[in-house]
Structures are given as C-alpha cells and as structure tokens.
C-alpha cells in the first residue's frame, strides 16, 4: 500500500498482533522504524510502582514511532474453485441440513468464517445467487406439499388441521431462515443490506421481482412468490380463518345465549333443533379451545401480513363475512320466530362488541380494528336502533330496569353521527390502499356472502336539532319523552283514582330520576326532557293536578300522620314542589291550599307549625312573597287571636256569665280567609270555639238561621262587647260553620266527652229537655237547612258503631222527614272522649265547585287588569296583537274565547273602544 502509519507507544501486544494480522491479511509489510524501546517499554509496564513510574516519565520524553505499511512484492492469487469448494463442501450441505432440521457437519462458526472469506474476495453476489437459488427450491417443496393437502384432503381436513399444516410450514421456514441468515450474516450486513437499501419491502405487486434484499426480505419474497402462485393455498388458508373465526363467534352465542337466559336449552344461530348446553361444566374446557385457536389465527395472520396479503386476501373477505354474520345473527335474533327481549339483544351486542374488541387486540392487525368494530356496530346497533328503541324501551322504562337501560346508552354513545354511512366507504385505509394500488375486486370471495354496503345516512334534523350530541341518543330522548308523558297522562287523567293521583307522580319522578341519574349519567338533555314532559303532564288535565297537590300538602301537614319520617318529609315537600312548579294554574293550587290551612290552624290539626311554615317558605321560594302573603297573614291571625284570647280571659275572670264555660275565639282578617257558607259542613272543636271574621265597618252581626243555646249565646255577646270595645270601628262576622264543641255527655253506663261540631252540639242540646224528637220539631228548634241537618243527624244517628249517641226510627242509612231521633241509653264505648264528626270531614263537590269557580272569577279580575295595561302601554293595538300579549303575560291557562269576551265586557264598560274603520283594532279610553 506504501502508506505510513504513525501511531504513539503502547504496551498493548494484543494490538499490536492484530494490527500485523490485518497486514498480513491485506498482503502487505510492518516494518517498525524506531528501536527496541516498544519491546522494553511493554516489559516495563508489568513492573512494581516505581518501575512503572520510570516507564511513564522514559514514554513521555520518548518520541513517536511510525510504522510504514508497503505492499507485498507478489500478490496472491486466488483458486478459481474456491467459491464452487467452499458452496459444495461447506455451505450448501450446512443450508440443506438446516433446512431438514439436522445438524450441520461444521461449527457455525467455520461456516461463518467461510461466507467471510468469500465475501472478503467479491465473491458475494454469487453466493447470495446459489443461497437464493437453494431456499427456492426448499420454499416451493414445501409449498407443494400445502398445495396438495389443499387439493386432496379438503373434504376431509378440518380448519384447525390445516392451519397447522401451514402454521408449521411457516414456523419451520422462519426458523430455518433465521438460522440461515446468522451462518450468512457476514454477506447479509456487508452486501444484501446495502444492495437493499433502494428497494422496498416485497409486497403482492413486486412479489415476482428478484432483489438483493436482506436475507429474510428474500425469504419472505420466496414464500410470497410460491404462496401467490399456490392459489388454491391460499384460498383454503383463507376459508379456513373465516371457518375458525365463524365457529368461535357461534360458540361465543350459544355460551352468550346461555349467561343472559339462564336456561340449558338454547337454540343454535340457524334454527336447527335445540341442542342441551352445559356452559358451566366445559367453560374451562370450551376457553382453551378458544385460547388455542386464537394462538393458530393470530400466527397466520401474522404470515399474511408479514408478506403483505393480510389486506387484500384476509382483511376484505373478513370484513365480509362479519357483516354478513352480524346481519343475519341481528335479524335472527330481533325478526325471527322466536325473537329474543330487547333486553337479552342489548346484553349480547354487548358481548358481541367485547369479543371483538379481545379478537382485534390478540390477533388481528391494528388496521382492521376500526373497520370490523364500525361493521359490528352497523348490523347489530345501528340497523336496529329504531326496533330496539321502538320495541323495547318503554317496557325497560317501565320495569325502572337501570342496568339495560345504562347498557341502552352506553351502547348508543359507541355510533357517531356519521356511523350511518355506506360501509364500504368505511373500510379500512388499507383496503383503499390496496383498491388504490391497482388491485380492483377483492380476488378472493366467500360463495353466498351478500354485501355489508348500506346506504343509510343520518336524518339532517337529527343532526342538526341539539337536542343530544349523538343522533341514536336522540332517538332515545324522544322515545322517553313520549313514555314520561304516556305514563304521566295515564296518571292524570285517571279519575277514578284521583286521591292516589299526587303519590303516583311522586313514584314516577322518582323513577325518572333514578333512570336519568344511573342509567343516562345525568345526561342535560334527558333531564330537560323530563321537565318539559313532566310539565305536558301535569296541565293535561286542568286545575284537577294543583288541587290534589294542595290536599296531599293537607294529608301531610296534619296531626297524625303517618306514611313519612321526619327525615323523610322534608324530601317528600321538595318532591312536591318540584311537581308544583310544573302547574301553570298555579292559582288553584293556591285556593285549595289556603282553604286546607285554614281547617288545620282552626281545629288545631297540624303537625308542626315549624313544618307548616317551612312548607310556606318553599312555596314562597318557587313563586314569590305575593304568592304566599295571604298564607303569612293566616299564621299572623292566629298568633293574635291568642294574645287577644289572653286578655278577654283576663277580663273576664271574675264574670260569671263565662265562667263555666271555655271560650276560644280566633279573630281573622276577612279577605285574607277562606268564606265558608252558612251551611258548610267544616267544623272544629272544644265548647265554644268559633271563628269570627273582622272587617272594617263598625256593624256586627250573626247567622240568623242557627239557633244557639242560651249559654253559648251569652258568652258570644260577651266577646262581642270586649272586641269592639278595644278596637271600634271593627266588624265580627261569626262563622258558625267553622266552630266545634266539646260536649260532656251522661249516659248510664258512663259519661263521655264527645268533640262533636258546633251544629252537632245544637242538636245535641235539644234533647236535654225531651227523651224523643221528630226531624220536623228538630228542624225548627235548631233553624238548619234541610241537608245540612241531614248531614248532622245522619253523622249522630248513622255514623260508625261506637258513635251513635241517638237512635233513628225507622232505622236505615238515609235521614228522611219523617224519621224520629231518641238518645240511645245503652250508648257504650271504652273511650272516654269521642270524636263524632267522620262525615263533616268530607268535602262535597258543591264547596270544590264553589272554590275553583272563585278562582275562575279572580282569573277574570286578572285577565281585565292584564288588558288595561297593554292598553294604556300601547294606546292602539289589533285584536291579534293584544291576544298574543295576553297568552305571554297571563301565568294560568285560558282560551281564545274567555280572553276575548273579556275584551267585549271591558269595550262595553268604556275602559277600550273599537276603531270606526277597522273593528279588528282596539283603543285605549283615558
């Protein structure tokens, strides 16, 4: 070479061999220039300490050696045989026994050192030639034997039996390549590699091309040359995945079909006769028969993909048969003779999906996932969302089944909105890549497989309404929307069960809410959904929902009540609340309630008037303090009547007019209280209780048609002169009807305290001077109407046994004119106080007609006001124009034609007047 190599001193011998060594291998010279010192200073380093040191200091001070390379005077030439030798003796037998899985004569490493040398003399594209050469002929014998298997024992031979034949062939080729390319890996790195780089990886479309790739890229390129020219190999390998796969999803159903029915008899996908399943006794069983299958699938797609036939063989002709099996199991299951419960389908497309999710993640390619996950998706969700929303959610609704309805939603939250799509637009981008790369129709086709392409798309108002970001979860909210107010308007409407009617809605936002909370995850638009319907609910049926609202407040808020904890009621208020913030004629509610509480303060029948005022304090939240401030004044009322009741008995300590008797007189404001009619059937309690209403005008006066016992009388008068005393000016109006007495009663087998009304005390006190009355002689000596002293007779005479303190003659259930009334002397009870009032507690349907036509009335009063105000805003306006105001400013149902009569009755009381040339507009008189 005649280059000179300088280089420092060194004590390292072993370099220094090997770089003689390399000369000596290049054919050429070292001849060291310096002296001796290298050799000495080698010997040196081996020394103690101090010899070292002294080395160190002499190599320092030394100067550098050169060494000067020279070619050899006559090159080696090398024997034209040596490639054939080294192939013949060493190689090619060492290839062969590889390939037959004997052991090679030589050492790996004499063979390693041979196909160096070889390669080290430019000999190695001749020796990548003849290993080509020899790993063809062994790929093509071997691929003759699958090619026959294929052809004679198709019939015969199961999948798996001849998956393992390629499965094994494949295993045995890669291995012995491997093999192979560590004996050539010396020719492998230095020039198949580099010949290498500009070619790319062997795919279908270059499978015929014979580059110098890598020794196994040239493996691959064999097997893919020899597989492609196979055909009947590859279609059976192929057939056979799709067998293997088919069997496992049909063994995943029956397995499926078993978990969610429960039942041992369970029918096959085809219909065939029912066969007798065991899934618990072979579970273990049937789970190594899928794990081995799984490990036999996942190596063989990992054969096609490796030689790039994975997308355009496998991919493609598996997407089809998956949609093909999805649509006929989805049909099968929801369309056949014996379709199975919306609920069982949603558990097992659950399964369905979750299976080939695992399939996807332990055999298949990354690519396939979404395809085959859209198509599962697309034959068991999305082609039956409708026949699942339609056939099934309301009876999951209905039963409150919270884990089908949950599965419902989450399974819908899995399809996009544009899921809908043709599914052949949704295949795999590898499957474009290969439509895209010349390959056209799928060249292999499964006979019978209709086509998974459905042209179905996403309606446009669907998308486009809002209402849920999903179009299936949409579909969902309607159909709730339509159960909520199905399942409401049953309720309402159903008047035969009116009483129930409040208990019923409770139940059933109960349920939404449980549904809404657990199943659709608190999802906004489902819980708007239930207002809105709820709301739709609540006024199908008008004025009826805010009355049975008000008394089931009643039944609540009363002593004696039952049905609620402590803990509990606070809920049940907010419950009924959330109800009534629904009602639009919010001012029914109102009269029916202020009637209510009115009974419970008079008779004293709260519960709690802590409770009584946080009811108050609820409602007022909800509408306002104007709502609720007649309610307050209630509450003021009575607490005044006790500081008024305070004095008078203070004033009246030493009278003896009163003295024997315990009066107890509320005091209420007039217009703030419920009027009560003369004969009404309310009552309270304890001797001389009364209402008296306190207006502003200074007149007094009574009820002239009830005729009071003298003492009573007394002690009224006697009230009467205290009040006015102390406020003049004032008006008492007594409310007979609202009084009640507590009466003390002689019979010989013991005497009884009997909490009877104020008319039932009249009654009561006739017979203290006579043993026998007749209806007439009591109707002119208590002065009542006919049916209320019917009522009264009829509750003392007829009532429940244990109550009866007068005996009826003729007996019977009804009161008639001439029927005669005596004391019943053998009148006997382990009581001591009574109470005898069952049938006074009753309200008629003439006191519900007369409070909801009041509050019809006030509705007008409402509707004139509304009226003037849009007038003297706008002067002018047109009969339209003022009805449509009106329907936004007015808070309680009404119609066209009572907006409209009230605009004639204003026009006639000269608050409007029509325009002379156009009747259709309004004005405004100042």
Avoid at 47 to 62: A, D, F, I, K, V
Avoid at 417 to 432: H, I, K, L, Q, Y
Avoid at 490 to 512: Q, T, W
Avoid at 605 to 629: N, V
Wanted: proline residues 3%.
């Amino acid at each position: 070479f005649g280059a000179q190599l300088e280089v420092e001193s060194t004590s390292n011998i072993a370099d220094s061999a090997l770089l003689e060594e390399c000369a000596g291998r290049g054919g050429v010279r070292v001849m060291p220039r310096s002296d001796a010192n290298a050799n000495r200073a080698a010997g040196t380093a081996r020394g103690t300490g101090s010899q070292q040191q002294q080395q160190q200091e002499q190599h320092t001070q030394q100067p550098r050696k050169k060494l000067v390379i020279r070619p050899l005077k006559k090159q080696p030439i090398l024997s034209e045989s040596f490639l054939e030798d080294a192939w013949k003796v060493s190689l090619e037998p060492a290839v062969i026994a590889i390939q037959q899985s004997h052991t090679s004569r030589l050492s790996y490493e004499q063979l390693y050192k041979t196909v160096e040398d070889l390669c080290s003399n430019k000999l190695a594209p001749q020796l990548y030639a003849r290993l080509r050469h020899a790993c063809d002929q062994h790929i093509a014998a071997s691929m003759r034997a699958l090619n026959h298997a294929a052809c004679h024992t198709a019939a015969a031979a199961s999948a798996v039996e001849f998956l393992s034949l390629v499965h094994k062939s494949w295993s045995d080729h890669c291995t012995q390549m491997l093999t192979i390319r560590s004996v050539f890996l010396f020719m492998d790195r230095t020039y198949a590699l580099q010949s290498s780089t500009q070619q790319q990886r062997p795919s279908a479309a270059s499978a015929g091309g014979a580059g110098n790739g890598s020794v196994w890229e040239m493996g691959l390129q064999l097997w893919l040359q020899h597989l492609q020219s196979c055909s009947q190999v590859l279609r059976r390998t192929v057939a056979s995945l799709l067998e293997l796969i088919l069997a496992e999803r049909e063994r995943d159903f029956s397995a499926s079909i078993g978990r969610v029915s429960g039942q041992t008899l369970v029918k096959n996908i085809d219909g065939a006769h029912p066969k007798q399943a065991h899934f618990d006794a072979d579970t273990e069983s049937a789970h190594g028969v899928v794990m081995s299958d799984r490990i036999l699938l996942k190596a063989i797609l990992r054969m096609l993909s490796a030689v790039s036939l994975y997308d355009i063989w496998f991919e493609r002709a598996f997407l089809d048969a998956t949609a093909s099996f999805y649509s006929h199991e989805s049909s099968k299951l929801l369309h056949g003779p014996s379709p199975v419960s919306v609920a069982s389908y949603l558990e097992l497309a659950e399964r369905r999906l979750a299976q080939e999710e695992e399939r996807c993640s332990q055999c298949l390619e990354i690519s396939t996932h979404e395809s085959l996950l859209h198509i599962a998706k697309e034959h068991m969700l999305v082609e039956q969302v409708d026949t699942l929303v339609r056939s099934g959610f309301e009876t999951l609704c209905d039963e409150v089944c919270i884990a089908d309805l949950r599965r419902m939603y989450s399974l819908f939250a899995r399809i996009s909105d544009t899921e809908r799509v043709s599914t052949d637009g949704m295949r795999s981008s590898s499957a474009n890549r290969a439509r895209a790369s010349g390959q056209g129709l799928n060249p292999f086709a499964v006979k019978g497989t209709p086509s998974a392409s459905s042209s179905a798309t996403v309606p446009a108002a669907v998308v486009s309404s809002g209402a849920c970001h999903k179009w299936a979860h949409e579909k969902m909210r309607v159909a709730f929307h339509a159960y909520v107010v199905r399942s409401g308007t049953a309720i309402v409407s159903d008047e035969a069960n009116d009483a129930d009617m409040v208990p019923r809605l409770l139940k059933l936002k109960r349920d939404l809410d449980d549904i809404v909370t657990e199943a659709f995850f608190r999802n906004d638009a489902f819980q708007l959904t239930v207002k809105h319907a709820l709301e739709v609910v609540i006024n199908s049926r008008q004025n009826k929902p805010g009355e049975m609202l008000a008394k089931f407040l009643d039944g609540i808020l009363r002593t004696g009540n039952k049905a609620y904890s402590e803990s509990e009621l606070d809920s049940v208020l907010d419950a009924v609340v959330m109800l009534f913030r629904f009602v639009h004629g919010k001012d029914i509610f109102e009269a029916f309630y202020q009637k209510e509480l009115a009974k419970r303060l008079l008779f004293q029948k709260s519960a709690s008037l802590d409770l009584e005022k946080l009811m108050i304090s609820k409602i007022k939240t909800e509408c306002g303090a104007s709502f609720t401030h007649k309610l307050e004044v209630m509450f003021k009322d009575v607490d005044l009547s006790a500081d008024v009741m305070t004095t008078f008995r203070a004033h009246q300590r030493n009278q003896s007019a009163v003295r024997n008797l315990d009066l107890n007189v509320y005091v209420l404001t007039n217009s703030y209280w419920p009027q009560q009619q003369a004969g009404s059937n309310v009552s309270t309690t304890n001797a001389g209780r009364a209402a008296a209403s306190s207006n502003g005008d200074a007149q007094t006066g009574t009820a002239p048609s009830l005729h009071l016992s003298s003492e009573l009388v007394t002690a009224q008068e006697a009230f009467k002169q205290f009040y006015l005393e102390k406020h003049s000016g004032k008006r008492l109006t007594w409310q007979y009807a609202t009084a009640s007495c507590q009466v003390r009663a002689r019979f010989p087998r013991g005497d009884k305290l009997l909490d009877v009304s104020l008319f039932q005390t009249c009654v009561l006190m006739q017979f203290n001077d006579a043993n026998r009355l007749s209806y007439a002689e009591l109707q002119n000596r208590v002065g009542l109407d006919k049916l209320e002293l019917q009522r009264t007779l009829l509750s003392l005479a007829c009532g429940k046994p244990g109550t009866r303190v007068l005996i009826k003659e003729p007996r019977g259930a009804t009161v008639g004119p001439d029927d005669a009334f005596t004391v019943n002397e053998d009148f006997s009870n382990k009581l001591t106080r009574l109470k005898i009032n069952g049938i006074q507690l009753r309200e008629t349907a003439e006191e519900n007609k007369d409070t909801t036509e009041k509050v019809f009335q006030d509705r007008q009063f409402q509707i004139d006001a509304a009226v003037v105000r849009i007038m003297k805003t706008r002067k002018t306006i047109s009969h339209a124009q003022l009805i449509a105001e009106l329907f936004n400013v007015l808070k309680f149902p009404h119609r066209p034609a009572d907006l409209k009569k009230r605009v004639e009755s204003l026009i006639e009381r000269d608050y409007l007047e029509r325009d002379p040339n156009n009747a259709q507009m309004y004005s405004y008189v100042a």
